[in-house]
T-cell receptor, first 116, second 109 residues
Framework: DSGVTQTPKHLITATGQRVTLRCSPR?????VYWYQQSLDQGLQFLIQ???????AKGNILERFSAQQFPDLHSELNLSSLELGDSALYFC???????????????FGPGTRLLVL | KNEVEQSPQNLTAQEGEFITINCSYS?????LHWLQQHPGGGIVSLFM???GKKKHGRLIATINIQEKHSSLHITASHPRDSAVYIC???????????FGPGTRLSVLP
């Protein structure tokens, strides 16, 4: 158990809908990272937040947005969902802001999203 | 040509064998990350490297920045090492990971 929690574990929805994925980092970690893993594109980095501020941005679509709240939990909002958004969404956390590769990241168990 | 390539794509080994997984990249990077994804989907961060070599238990990771190549070695492999191993490199701007396609390792008892 990494100490990172994600809810829900599974989510089934329809095209055009909007969903929110939630992540609680390990106690004391200030950075949260979001990743998408799909069958055809593999793992992709979406975005990083540090202490409430956006820190790094990867391949995140405009239909997707994220935020980190004062209690450090983070939410990833996916809107106007398409079939291709079906994937595993992972969040990870780390202690500081050090940058994508300067610290060990601890991964949550993921949320499996199925868009029908 | 993919920016990050891994070889082999699939690997089956007998318990106790020495295993090497390779990662080659074409993007300029300052560091590289090795991840392990278990059959159930969970991901564990194994190493972060910017130079030289790191060792953790039976795992050893090396990187050659000039040759844009990294290797992950597993000594005395065990069935519990069966997983997908993924390397990720940081792009030139330090703003994005580029992931390799992964190497699927099966260690047979």
């Amino acid at each position: 158990d990494s100490g990172v929690t994600q809810t829900p574990k599974h989510l089934i929805t329809a095209t055009g809908q909007r969903v929110t994925l939630r992540c609680s980092p390990r106690s004391g970690d200030l950075s949260v990272y979001w990743y998408q893993q799909s069958l055809d594109q593999g793992l992709q980095f979406l975005i990083q937040y540090y202490n409430g501020e956006e820190r790094a941005k990867g391949n995140i679509l405009e239909r997707f947005s994220a935020q980190q709240f004062p209690d450090l939990h983070s939410e990833l909002n996916l809107s106007s969902l398409e079939l291709g958004d079906s994937a595993l969404y992972f969040c990870a956390s780390s202690v500081g802001q050090g940058g994508l590769l300067s610290e060990t990241q601890y991964f949550g168990p993921g949320t499996r999203l199925l868009v029908l | 040509k993919n920016e990050v390539e891994q070889s082999p794509q699939n690997l089956t080994a007998q318990e106790g064998e020495f295993i090497t997984i390779n990662c080659s990249y074409s993007v300029g990077i300052s560091a590289l990350h090795w991840l392990q994804q278990h059959p159930g989907g969970g991901i564990v961060s194994l190493f972060m490297l910017s130079s030289g070599k790191k060792k953790h238990g039976r795992l050893i990771a090396t990187i050659n920045i000039q040759e844009k190549h990294s290797s992950l070695h597993i000594t005395a492999s065990h069935p519990r090492d069966s997983a997908v191993y993924i390397c990720a490199v940081l792009d030139n701007y330090g703003q994005n990971f580029v992931f390799g396609p992964g190497t699927r390792l099966s260690v047979l008892p």
